[in-house]
């Protein structure tokens, strides 16, 4: 039983955790999603106008697009590192 100073709201960095996670957790899936289809995924997030940071895919048919746009680097980076290894090889 809790306390009465105690409160089952998580803090303001607890929620940041929780967003960021989730986020994470969908954007991935969603880059594997896309790899699955049959969109090479780079393997690294590229500074682009805004400052945004971006993930490129390609395809034969469109060549090179934006899969994936962050205002942080860092979080960008974070999706590229959860990638499974396989998903930003080159296809053969």
Known sequence: MMDADETSDPTASERFTVA???RLHA?????CELFDRGIEVD???????????VIYGRTTYD?????AEYDD???ADAVIRSLPI??????S
């Open 20 to 22: 960021f996670a989730q």
């Open 27 to 31: 954007d991935v899936a969603l880059l």
């Open 43 to 53: 393997g690294e997030a590229v500074l682009a106008d805004g400052p945004k940071w």
């Open 63 to 67: 060549g090179e697009m934006i899969l």
């Open 73 to 75: 680097p860092d979080e």
């Open 86 to 91: 396989h998903v930003t090889q080159r296809r």
